[in-house]
């Protein structure tokens, strides 16, 4: 993907310094209010991009020191080639696997699933069945710093922004910036419930797979515009914002959890013979 220059707003450029994003500690913001004002100023001036959100329990470092922000399925400091060969073949029996079960079932959305690798990708992706060249975020802050307070055992967790193209179609395909980028609550089967309280998208270098030069073209620290930490405290919502329950962002009753765990056991059992043989 292409890197781009973000512009700080003057709170982050004081912040940063000299320095990059990426190297420098998170901001720390101590309500949902100071957030919201914080990335709305960024909004502001870097108007040529849509601005997406992670919420993360910490802020993830490299060997170098520098935030970093890999598709799972290139998660690894020293990945090798068959490695990655090994895990796309996985992924591509995780698409068919996908498409079968919704045929099979009769469903709405399983043409775009079958014939469309991007959409089936996204649904593997953020239901967690197998590693993917995708990476999940939100447009919705209140999601992302609810995510930053998920499962958090530490003191405070972290919301980073990042400026991506703004898309055109609901799986957009920007050649000048080389990513893809996807609408999940307009490309997921309609029966799927954990996006709409997420309200997910996913992203990924385009036309980059299994064979891939510098690796590092993949991080998406080279679209990272900011990083805030957030107390892991419900204080910092105050007394007019709440997170998102537990029950919204990943409701108990999804259809999707129950087809996708199919794939993901199909998946699991097929590498299994695959060690025995």
């Known amino acids: 993907m292409r890197a781009i220059t973000p512009t700080p707003s003057p709170v982050l450029a004081k912040h940063v310094g000299n320095d990059v994003v990426r190297r420098v500690a998170p901001y720390p913001t101590d309500s949902y209010s100071e957030l919201?004002?914080?990335?709305?100023?960024l909004t502001f001036h870097n108007r040529d991009f849509l601005l997406f959100f992670r919420g993360q329990d910490r802020d993830y470092l490299n060997k170098a020191g520098s935030s970093t922000y890999y598709p799972t399925i290139y998660r690894k400091d020293l990945l090798t080639a068959q490695e990655a060969h090994s895990r796309?073949?996985?992924l591509e029996s995780a698409e068919v696997k996908l498409a079968d079960i919704l045929i099979a079932e009769g469903l709405e959305g399983r043409q775009d699933v079958e014939r469309r690798s991007n959409i089936a990708r996204s649904v593997l992706q953020h239901y967690g069945v197998c590693d993917t060249p995708l990476l999940d975020f939100t447009r919705s802050l209140r999601a992302?710093?609810?995510?930053?307070?998920?499962?958090n055992q530490e003191e405070?967790?972290?919301?980073?922004?990042f400026g991506l193209p703004?898309?055109?179609?609901?799986?957009?395909?920007?050649?000048?910036?080389?990513?893809?980028?996807?609408?999940?609550?307009?490309?997921?089967?309609?029966l799927a419930q954990r996006p709409h309280f997420q309200e997910g998208w996913l992203a990924g270098t385009l036309d980059i797979s299994r064979d891939y030069g510098d690796k590092s073209e993949l991080d998406f620290n080279n679209r990272l515009v900011a990083k805030f930490s957030v107390?892991?405290?419900?204080?910092?919502?105050?007394n007019d914002f709440e997170r998102i329950p537990e029950h919204l962002l990943?409701?108990?009753d999804?259809?999707?959890v129950q087809l996708t765990e199919r794939v993901k056991t199909q998946v699991i059992n097929e590498m299994k013979n695959i060690f025995m043989l």
């Open 144 to 151: 992302a710093a609810s995510f930053a307070q998920r499962n």
């Open 166 to 190: 703004y898309p055109t179609n609901r799986v957009t395909y920007n050649s000048e910036h080389d990513l893809v980028i996807v609408n999940l609550l307009a490309t997921c089967p309609p």
């Open 36 to 41: 919201v004002r914080e990335v709305g100023s």
């Open 231 to 238: 107390p892991n405290h419900k204080s910092f919502w105050g």
């Open 250 to 252: 990943f409701p108990p």
């Open 88 to 90: 796309f073949d996985t």
């Open 156 to 161: 405070r967790g972290v919301v980073a922004v």
């Open 254 to 256: 999804d259809p999707m």
